[in-house]
């Protein structure tokens, strides 16, 4: 064989090499952040109502029951779900049979019969879905690092859209305050991979290989009550957020100001957020914190003992009891310090390059205990 030759065999073999190469499945996974669909209407006079009342008297109301009694029954599950949700918030939430018992037996419009049941708002559900189609073309891909569309038109992942539609009525003056329709699907939450076999355009569900069999697209629905009621759950959140949204900015500004050490004008902002809302763990945290940084130390800890009975949720309370290690790092009571920092990681705290970087923890963070304490979290997670 001369060298020629031998040259053209090597580039025939570099060419069937990369052919091969480009042919191979290769995993993929679909991003489509459904809630940019949201469509959010409210009033000047909701937002108003909201921003001065943000824990406002509910009760919740379907205005169009399921026809069956298996849908009734199924459809009450998910309305359970939001009122819990509301309460857990710390909501008022009135009955809402007492609701739909004045309503049938009474013609009065929403303001007369709202008074007698105590109640601020009435959010009425129109719509609670979750098979609502959603074809994405559209996907992250592990072999280019970017995004990329299907070439085929046949291809595509139906990421099925969880939808909740309601709107809120204002109870004191009997008029509409807004419209809101909101949307979520498992790919937003879910880390779904899949291959794509290129040369085909068919897919399948990773880690299944490509010998299983193989779809022009695929679906993700939600296939069971547990999914359902996850999805009820995102989108009530969703919900709360907006009624919140007006108190929100507000802290989120305060937040802010405390990041930036303006801390006294966030201390005038957290006293009227106090007042409005007296039950947010977040406020007195932030305000514990304040103290902290200015060595009171008997009004810190009275802030972040109130924060603690407050913290709801497994989340919240490993952020209060990461304000404890703090306080205490700052105190110089390095063992507590270090004590209520494995508390918070415990409960769910995740940010390792902020608990690095935290100047507040400067106290501990040479100790041996402290190290220790981060290398098993860290690998851990």
């Given at each position: 064989?001369?060298?020629?030759?031998?040259?053209?065999?090597?580039?025939?073999?570099?060419?069937?090499?990369?052919?091969?190469?480009?042919?191979?499945?290769?995993?993929?996974?679909?991003?489509?952040?459904?809630?940019?669909?949201?469509?959010?209407?409210?009033?000047?006079?909701?937002?108003?109502?909201?921003?001065?009342?943000?824990?406002?008297k509910i009760v919740i109301?379907?205005?169009?029951?399921?026809?069956?009694?298996?849908?009734?029954?199924?459809?009450?599950?998910?309305?359970?779900?939001?009122?819990?949700?509301?309460?857990?918030?710390?909501?008022?939430?009135?009955?809402?049979?007492?609701?739909?018992?004045?309503?049938?037996?009474?013609?009065?419009?929403?303001?007369?019969?709202?008074?007698?049941?105590?109640?601020?708002?009435?959010?009425?559900?129109?719509?609670?879905?979750?098979?609502?189609?959603?074809?994405?073309?559209?996907?992250?891909?592990?072999?280019?690092?970017?995004?990329?569309?299907?070439?085929?038109?046949?291809?595509?992942?139906?990421?099925?859209?969880?939808?909740?539609?309601?709107?809120?009525?204002?109870?004191?003056?009997?008029?509409?305050g807004g419209v809101f329709t909101f949307y979520t699907s498992r790919c937003d939450s879910e880390e779904l991979w899949f291959l794509l076999e290129p040369v085909n355009s068919l897919l399948c569900w990773a880690p299944h290989a490509m010998?299983?069999?193989?779809?022009?697209?695929?679906?993700?629905?939600?296939?069971?009550?547990?999914?359902?009621?996850?999805?009820?759950?995102?989108?009530?959140?969703?919900?709360?957020?907006?009624?919140?949204?007006?108190?929100?900015?507000?802290?989120?500004?305060?937040?802010d100001l405390y990041d930036r050490g303006v801390y006294g004008e966030a201390i005038t902002l957290l006293n009227d957020l106090i007042k409005k809302d007296p039950s947010n763990c977040d406020y007195y945290m932030l305000y514990g914190m304040i103290h902290a940084r200015h060595n009171r130390f008997p009004e810190a800890e009275q802030m972040l003992n109130k924060a603690i009975i407050y913290a709801s949720t497994q989340g919240k309370k490993a952020g209060v009891y990461y304000a404890y290690a703090n306080y205490y790092s700052l105190k110089n009571e390095k063992t507590l310090a270090i004590s209520f920092l494995e508390k918070s990681l415990k409960f769910g705290m995740i940010n390792f390059k902020h608990i690095h970087e935290d100047e507040d923890l400067a106290n501990i963070r040479d100790m041996d205990a402290f190290i220790e304490l981060l290398y098993k979290y860290e690998h851990k997670r």
């Open positions: 064989m001369n060298i020629k030759m031998g040259k053209i065999i090597s580039l025939i073999i570099i060419i069937l090499l990369i052919s091969i190469s480009c042919a191979m499945p290769y995993r993929c996974i679909v991003r489509p952040e459904s809630s940019n669909k949201n469509d959010i209407i409210m009033t000047g006079d909701l937002r108003n109502l909201l921003e001065q009342n943000p824990m406002p109301r379907v205005p169009r029951p399921a026809m069956s009694v298996t849908e009734a029954e199924e459809f009450n599950r998910y309305i359970n779900t939001i009122e819990k949700i509301f309460i857990r918030n710390g909501y008022t939430v009135r009955d809402r049979t007492l609701l739909e018992n004045l309503m049938k037996s009474e013609s009065q419009d929403y303001m007369t019969i709202g008074k007698k049941i105590d109640t601020d708002i009435i959010i009425d559900i129109l719509s609670l879905r979750f098979d609502v189609p959603n074809q994405i073309r559209s996907f992250y891909s592990s072999k280019t690092g970017g995004t990329e569309v299907f070439r085929n038109n046949n291809n595509f992942i139906d990421c099925e859209l969880a939808k909740l539609e309601c709107r809120i009525t204002i109870v004191e003056k009997g008029q509409l010998d299983k069999p193989v779809f022009p697209s695929l679906t993700v629905s939600y296939s069971d009550d547990d999914m359902r009621e996850y999805a009820t759950t995102i989108l009530t959140y969703s919900l709360l957020s907006q009624i919140k949204s007006a108190i929100l900015e507000k802290s989120q500004r305060a937040q």
